[in-house]
């Protein structure tokens, strides 16, 4: 219930595989997925990532231990005795739905298109609501008169990790503090909808934001309400946390603009390259070739135009370059380091042409080479560039890929992509 079992998600598995029927696949389907996995993301307990297929998991549970699907159960002893009559999981994307509001995904040429899902998956999404059923589910953790505090006790004690430290997730609900206040919380995100319950406990007050439209940021515009209804009752922070909270810790010298260029690694294979462009700051995510321009907000700190939330500060001037970056997304800090610059001219981009089958996921991976570049699809899917980022490792569309050698031959590969790690293929 902590995302903490290292299970693959099992919608980046459907991703990695890119089947030919696109957005349409059953539960047994998924079950066999992860039965393939041979290996999990990480050790259980040892680190937090987020994975759908723990609760889709316990949906399947469910139906296992009461005898109905999750929809059934949850209709019967949530939704009806809260009086949510506006509220079911959506098991059967053919059904019609009363008052249905209809998802929408930006275009490239500024305008927007419909962004609908046709899975039947519940568990871990799939739930229909209304603004005026969420406010009787807000009011049963107060009034507890379904819900009894054993209940809410287990959905709101977090995680710990092997080590010790807390993942500040309950069960299905982050655990986090606001401006110095207590609040229980949680985004979705899904096609063209967005969604965030915010509450804050000891004040009793909740901000609930549904959006339909995939460009929306309601976690942000929940943060904003709240900054409004509770601006009197905000507590002092420390000066420190205030600074670790709203300002992370920037060099007292504003650094020029080619002092930041760069690429700068998130992990391995996860790379994000600044650049100058038109006399701003222009960044480029390798992983997905997504491009945006960075504004100078004030000494070092940049950021997007339309996401208030989202800032990048550059500190650590070592050499005449900064050698770390600050990613912070509301409140929570992401630390990126500089990426040390190899030369890479002797790496041979023949030495990974070939066909690779993952018998995880069930599939091809090909990769071949055209006008000197690198391209890979899977089966007979759509070609796309790689990018080489280190000595045998490219990143692509589908995420990092690292390659393996035997005897100095590339014999197999492993493919890292967000939630899902280390799938093994085997070079044929």
Known sequence: MNHTSGIRDYLQISYLREDERGDFYTDQEIMRWLVNQTDLNFEPGSEFTYSNSG???LGQLVNKVSGKN???FAQAEIFEPLGMTATHFHNDHQAIV???????APTTDGGYQI??????MIGDGGIFTSIEDILKWDNEYYERKLLNDAFWKEMTTTGKLSNGEDTEYGGGL???EYKGLRTISHGGAFVGFRAELLRFPDQKVSVAIFANRGDANPSTMAQ???DIILKDQFKDLPSEAVAEVENPPMD???MELDQLVGTYEVEPGVEVVFSISNDSLHAKQKWNGSEYNLYRETGNRFKMKGQDGLSFTFTDLKDGLAQELTVMQGNRPTQVKRKEEKDLSGVNPNDYIGTYFSPELEV???FELKDGQLVARVGNGEEHNCTLSDVDIYTGRMGTYRFQRTIGQVSGMELDSGRVINVKFEKK
């Open 224 to 226: 904003e309400i709240a």
């Open 115 to 120: 962004s609908m899902t046709t899975l039947d």
């Open 174 to 176: 982050f655990m986090e």
């Open 55 to 57: 609760y889709w998991l």
């Open 364 to 366: 091809n991976y090909i």
């Open 98 to 104: 009363k008052n249905r509001a209809s998802g929408y």
């Open 252 to 254: 007292e010298a504003e």
């Open 70 to 72: 999750m929809a059934q």
